[in-house]
């Protein structure tokens, strides 16, 4: 049998020559984070993995060698049988386990046996995670435009119209799962891991065109319990900021749009009012709490936008005080229509930005 193939060229273009790329860890391990792409069809479980490891340490290594060798040869039967059934003569999957070891390997022999031309990744996952941190520490000048304003000012929107205008856009609380405050997730998703939070940004930073601007809202830094990576973070700081600047009864009537889940979850609007006790004070709590239970859903969304957050934005602005030159744009309205007409004046804003000459 022929050597088979390895690679250390994870780029885009270097993972599309591959026609599947086939993560052979457990699980677990998978769920964490892996390549762009990749299905997963591990040589061992989480259980089995378990077991070895118990087994190795309390009985023998060669006992433990044994076993997995029997349940890895299993494990690669049923994946050539059902999830590879269908693949033809010329496939050509990439392969990789944690660091380029026995499982990418014991996978990879069976399948070159079969007679695809496998190609295995050099190191393993450690070899992604290494470049995607290398990637996302380089001073590189991103060309990030921020998209600010206090809480109500429909800035994800904005996000999302853009995007479907084919404008450049890394949205961190879609990427984080979270809406960067006390209201807290998405549903019952729960947030990725900061590896998979990593590579889903590199994903998008590495295939950036750094001639034309890339929307980004404006965040602390951490989106939930997720880190902004360094890059992008430097990058926000230095950015031209568009501000969004709407009255107070216009962005109540946006959040109930734009946060319908807790109007129709009582139980989490009550959780994410009495979260703020620590910030507020008892009759104050005790109001809100009254208002959601009346489902008066608009003054209770003007007030929090009053009392809380809008205090919490200027607190948050005052200590992460950015360099770049900020535009604000005024609207009155945040309805759909005006929403549309916004994003036009981003863009022409950015475009503005960017025509102007630079200053030493």
């Known amino acids: 049998m022929n050597s088979i193939a390895t690679t250390d060229d994870l780029s885009a273009a270097g993972l599309e020559r591959f026609d599947c790329i ?63 059934a269908d693949r033809p003569k010329d496939f050509k999957p990439l392969v990789y386990c944690w660091r380029g070891g026995m499982r990418s390997n014991s996978m990879a022999m069976v399948l070159g046996a079969v007679g695809w031309r496998v ?35 429909a800035k994800t929107k904005l996000l ?22 006390i209201f807290g997730g998405f549903g019952d998703a729960g947030q990725p891991s900061q590896k998979a939070f990593d590579t889903q940004i590199w994903t998008q930073m590495r295939a950036l065109d750094l001639e034309r601007p890339v929307y980004v809202e404006a965040e602390s830094r951490l989106v939930g319990r997720r880190r902004v990576p360094q890059g992008l973070w430097d990058a926000m ?12 009864e216009a962005r109540a009537r946006y959040l109930l749009t734009a946060y319908p889940d807790l109007a129709e979850n009582s139980a989490q609007l009550r959780d994410a009012i009495e979260g703020l006790k620590r910030f507020q004070g008892g009759e104050t709590i005790t109001r809100w709490l009254e208002l959601a239970d009346a489902d008066d859903f608009e003054p209770l969304a003007a007030e929090l936008v009053q009392a809380h957050y809008d205090p919490a934005y200027d607190r948050a602005r005052q200590r992460h005080q950015r360099d770049g030159v900020e ?11 005006t929403l549309d007409a916004l994003a036009d004046r981003i863009t022409a804003a950015a475009a503005s930005h960017r025509a102007q000459p630079a200053h030493g």
Request: glycine share 8%; no cysteine; proline share 6%.
């Open 22 to 84: 086939i993560d052979v860890r457990s699980p677990a391990e998978f769920a964490e984070d892996h390549l762009p792409g990749a299905i997963n069809l591990p040589v061992l479980d989480d259980e089995e993995r378990a077991l070895i490891g118990t087994h190795y340490k309390q009985v023998s290594a060669f006992e433990a060698r044994r076993m997995g060798a029997a349940l890895t040869a299993r494990n690669i039967a049923h994946h050539v049988e059902t999830a590879l």
């Open 119 to 153: 190609t295995l990744v050099k190191g393993g996952y450690r070899t992604w995670r290494q470049q995607v941190s290398a990637g996302l520490e380089a001073d590189t000048p991103w060309p990030v435009v921020l998209i600010d304003g206090q809480t109500g000012t």
């Open 160 to 181: 999302h119209l853009l995007a479907e205008r084919g404008e450049q856009v890394i949205d961190l609380e879609g990427l984080a799962r979270h809406r960067g405050s």
């Open 237 to 248: 700081q230095t950015a031209p900021r568009l501000v969004i600047d709407a009255p107070v």
């Open 327 to 337: 535009t604000v744009l005024k609207t009155d309205a945040l309805d759909d229509p």
